[in-house]
């Protein structure tokens, strides 16, 4: 499961994949697991995410900023929020 999740944070891109590794593996030893990966990778959880795009779709935009005030709160950085909310939304099909 954390390779998979190293495979989808890096994008392909083997480099990344190999300095990714390489920092979860000195952050948790060698027990790496897909919540180190995502950690180290600077990726927003899933759930950050989805909250997000639910209050996108509500059009309410008191829970939007809300949800966006939580999220900056948390130290995500707003680009990777931004680019993940990006794809959770193109992959829905209610758009």
Do not use: W, Y
Request: aromatic share 2%; hydrophobic share 45%; with cysteine.
């Amino acid at each position: 499961d954390a390779m998979r999740t190293l495979g989808a944070v890096s994008g392909g891109d083997l480099r990344r994949a190999i300095t990714t590794l390489q920092s979860a593996v000195r952050l948790a030893g060698p027990s790496v697991d897909t919540q180190v990966i995502l950690d180290v990778s600077g990726q927003v959880p899933n759930t950050v995410v989805q909250r997000l795009h639910a209050a996108c779709k509500s059009r309410s935009f008191q829970e939007v900023q809300r949800e966006v005030t939580d999220a900056v709160a948390e130290g995500f950085a707003a680009q990777q929020l931004l680019q993940q909310l990006q794809v959770a939304m193109l992959a829905d099909g209610a758009l």
